[in-house]
């Protein structure tokens, strides 16, 4: 596809994004939160849903589910959402790696039993994670103000166009029966919700504050997805220390003078013998 097509494409997407393009980089490179009070406010309502909610639900979900039956079903909504990340390869240009995912997406689809069994995994065609927010910060795009919405979660103004793109590259939307498609959409909200278990119940127990964990972890998340991948290890200690914690400078290398080795103990004609009296 034109690199000028990919623009204008581009272009449209950011018609949605108001007063993102004016923000300096610290605002939209750091833990930009100018929304803070309206976002914790459906952080605690989101908290309370899944308090009183979908932690029941998941929990009798997963007394009743068997982990490979879990896995085989994260499998089938993983492959029936994977158009999403088809396009986006290509709308960033990733024109190879586009290709592999459509072949995953074939081999999955058919072999893997409508996605149910990853053979294309075993074949050596890997998954991949794109988004339309990762695909206009690649055509720098500013990532904007951090967003909590109900019942979603972290989000922020740049991935927003994802939500509705999501829907409409989803296989399942164009099933077109309501008898299926409801049913399957209750269940992958629980299985998500199942599947993200442990990462909940630690920061419950462990954060400080669980908002500003959730959100410099997300954010960091999205950093390493945008930077290839690649994640700064002050960056992953920032995500274990209180908030406002400076991270501590790394330790300077030990300059230890080297070790003297041991005089040689004397030979047998080195030692002298005293001398006795009446010798």
């Known amino acids: 596809m034109p690199k000028d097509v990919l623009r204008a494409i581009a272009v449209l997407m950011i018609l949605v994004l108001p007063g993102c393009a004016t923000m300096n980089d610290q605002q939209t490179n750091g833990t930009y939160d100018p929304l803070q009070p309206m976002n914790r406010a459906f952080y605690h309502f989101n908290s309370e849903a899944n308090r009183w909610v979908m932690t029941p639900v998941s929990n009798?979900?997963?007394?009743?589910?068997?982990?490979?039956?879990?896995?085989?079903?994260?499998?089938?909504?993983?492959?029936?959402?994977?158009?999403?990340?088809?396009?986006n390869d290509f709308l960033q240009g990733r024109v190879v790696q586009g290709a592999s995912d459509i072949g995953r997406f074939v081999v999955?689809?058919?072999?893997?039993?409508?996605?149910?069994?990853?053979?294309?995994?075993?074949?050596?065609?890997?998954?991949?994670?794109?988004?339309?927010?990762?695909?206009?910060?690649?055509?720098?795009?500013?990532?904007?103000?951090?967003?909590?919405?109900?019942?979603?979660?972290?989000?922020t103004m740049r991935n927003t166009p994802?939500?509705?793109?999501?829907?409409?590259?989803?296989?399942?939307?164009?099933?077109?029966?309501?008898?299926?498609?409801?049913?399957?959409?209750?269940?992958?909200?629980?299985?998500?919700?199942a599947n993200a278990t442990n990462e909940i119940e630690y920061v419950r127990r462990n954060a400080v504050d669980p908002y500003v964990f959730t959100r410099d972890a997300y954010l960091q998340h999205r950093n390493y997805l945008i930077h290839g991948?690649?994640?700064?290890?002050?960056?992953?200690?920032?995500?274990?220390?209180?908030?406002?914690?400076?991270?501590p400078a790394p330790a300077k290398p030990r300059t230890?003078?080297?070790?003297?080795?041991?005089?040689?103990w004397p030979g047998r004609a080195a030692i002298r013998r005293p001398p006795v009296p009446g010798e």
């Not at 989803?170 to 919700?193: A, C, E, K």
């Not at 991948?229 to 991270?247: F, I």
């Not at 230890?256 to 040689?264: G, I, Q, S, Y």
């Open 60 to 87: 009798a979900y997963m007394a009743v589910t068997p982990r490979p039956v879990r896995g085989s079903l994260t499998n089938f909504f993983d492959n029936v959402s994977y158009p999403n990340v088809i396009l």
């Open 108 to 155: 999955n689809s058919t072999l893997g039993m409508l996605g149910f069994f990853d053979v294309a995994g075993r074949l050596g065609l890997k998954s991949h994670t794109e988004d339309a927010g990762l695909t206009l910060a690649r055509w720098g795009v500013p990532r904007g103000p951090y967003l909590v919405l109900p019942f979603i979660g972290p989000d």
């Open 162 to 193: 994802d939500i509705a793109l999501s829907v409409f590259t989803n296989v399942l939307y164009y099933v077109g029966n309501p008898i299926v498609t409801v049913p399957l959409s209750i269940i992958s909200v629980i299985n998500t919700r």
């Open 229 to 247: 991948k690649h994640l700064g290890l002050s960056s992953v200690e920032k995500l274990m220390l209180p908030p406002g914690m400076p991270v």
């Open 256 to 264: 230890d003078p080297p070790l003297k080795l041991p005089r040689p």
